[in-house]
């Protein structure tokens, strides 16, 4: 064990060092547990997210800080169920097994040979705005920042699963990754993904994110990059893909990402399509502004839907005018939206609200579900004009 | 004196031998030491600590919760089980909450 860096902690009252030094101290845990895997390197340039929490690692940004349509790294959120060490690419692999006929063993170079594409995708992690849900909701307290866009390159999932001949019964795809939990009793981070969207053209495994390989702590070497769905179907790490006949059946996919159905909500289905939502970047809220002409902006997204409208509100949603969409986008990016705003002196509520393809409209208030998910209530910002 | 009622637990990270990891910024989590307070810091043998105690629930979500980490190999017996509910329940209840 190393010292704590920070003294202060020392001088203010006791340290706490977790893992190995509190499992050796007697607490009864078993040998499984006393088995830390090992924690992630230090993230140097990571200094601008918020930590929501340290292990595992859950970083999000700052909405002020989202400010570019591809998100830099050092903006990028972080949401990891277990954190796991780097892993080496020389030696990574990747296993195809389950319902088919040729299981396979596969290396990078395999996948290199592959058609590679590239696409901006919008990983939004499905608890983002979990802290704004009343009662609190059950989970890392998420504000707005566990949201971001980025270029992944990589092959397609359905040239890589072709190698193994999936049989006629395969109709779900679970991803395993290389982050296991700290017991053996805990449950494994696996979720599926049914194989229509498995096998759809811009479902990936990535190697590439931002032009370069794919960082350690947003999974590299290969992540899964399943675009539209909540980010925890994009599994990190990658190392093993289950082909099924039914949903994976654990933790992470019959309780955790769960939400209640919104026809029947006595039963609860395990959440895939990202809702259609939309934040406003600037102003920023409690803003002082200049009286004049500004323009308000901010990203939308839609999931498995595509966009079909913004609405802005000045007047805190009492009425709406259409804002429009500006800039570079793809099928599964969030879009730029601005409206222009003669700002007249006073306190106003910005408000902004998305439609897409599915016929889905940002709601005025989401009910509350045990572990606070679906959060896409329309973003007010309060701003003073003088 | 509030500052005196609190222990600091330290979210640094340290790994079986390796290398000790303060991701982003290293920070603290004030750990109010009321009686009770000592069964949290088993929670860190496999989280840390603002994990726990981001989370507010009533007794029906506390109780879940212990239930799920026990099964999940937290090491905290039946005889202390009744003391650190009261501790969660005591500082991180949410009055609207289960």
């Known amino acids: 064990m190393r010292p704590a860096p920070d003294t202060q902690l020392s001088r203010r009252g006791f340290l706490i060092a977790t893992g190995s030094v509190v499992a050796a101290s007697g607490l009864g845990l078993g040998p499984a547990a006393a088995q830390q895997p090992p924690a992630p390197p230090p993230v140097p340039g990571k200094e601008r997210l918020i930590v929501r929490a340290s292990r595992p690692i859950n970083l999000e940004a700052r909405l002020a800080d989202l400010t570019a349509y591809h998100t830099p790294e050092e903006v990028f959120f972080v949401r990891n169920n277990y954190d796991v060490g780097p892993l080496d690419p020389a030696q990574w692999s990747l296993r195809i097994e389950g319902e088919v006929d040729n299981p396979v063993v596969l290396r990078l170079e395999d996948l290199r040979k592959l058609p590679a594409f590239t696409q901006d995708v919008t990983l939004e992690c499905a608890g983002n705005g979990r802290s704004f849900h009343t009662p609190r909701a059950s989970g890392i307290q998420w504000q707005h920042g566990a949201v971001g866009t980025q270029a992944f390159r990589g092959v397609r999932l359905a040239d890589v699963l072709a190698l193994a001949r999936p049989r006629p019964t395969a109709q779900h795809v679970a991803f395993d990754g290389a982050d296991k939990p700290p017991t053996a009793q805990a449950p494994d981070f696996i979720r599926s993904v049914p194989l229509w969207k498995a096998v759809s053209p811009p479902t990936m495994l990535a190697l590439e994110m931002g032009g370069k390989p794919i960082p350690h702590l947003h999974g590299g070497p290969v992540r899964a990059i399943v675009p539209g769905f909540v980010g925890s179907a994009s599994i990190k790490w990658l190392e093993r893909i289950l082909v099924r006949t039914d949903e994976f059946d654990g933790f992470y996919m019959k309780s955790n990402y769960t939400a209640p159905r919104v026809d029947n909500d006595k039963e609860i289905y395990s959440l895939q399509s990202l809702e259609v939502k939309s934040l406003i970047v600037g102003p920023t809220e409690g803003a002082k502004l200049a009286a004049g002409r500004l323009t308000i902006w901010g990203w939308a997204w839609a999931g498995e839907g595509e966009l079909t409208g913004i609405d802005v509100s000045t007047d805190g949603g009492q009425t709406w005018t259409p804002g429009r969409f500006a800039g570079k986008w793809d099928r599964y990016s969030w879009r730029k939206f601005e409206h222009d705003w003669d700002a007249r002196p006073g306190t106003h509520t910005l408000m902004a609200r998305a439609t897409d393809s599915l016929g889905r409209v940002q709601p005025a208030s989401r009910a509350f579900n045990r572990l606070g998910y679906r959060w896409n209530v329309i973003h007010a910002v309060k701003v003073d004009v003088a | ?98």
């Open chain 2, 1 to 98: 004196m509030w500052r005196r009622s609190v222990g600091a637990v330290a979210l640094v990270l340290v790994a079986t031998g390796s290398a000790a990891v303060a991701p982003a910024s290293a920070q603290e989590v004030p750990i109010p030491q009321t009686p009770g307070w000592e069964l949290v810091l088993r929670c860190v043998i496999c989280h840390s600590v603002e994990i726990a105690v981001q989370q507010r629930f009533g007794p029906q979500g506390w109780s879940e919760t212990l239930d799920r980490m026990i099964k999940y190999g937290a090491p905290i017996p039946p005889e202390d089980r009744v003391q650190l509910m009261t501790y969660l329940l005591r500082h991180y209840r949410d009055p609207n909450g289960r």
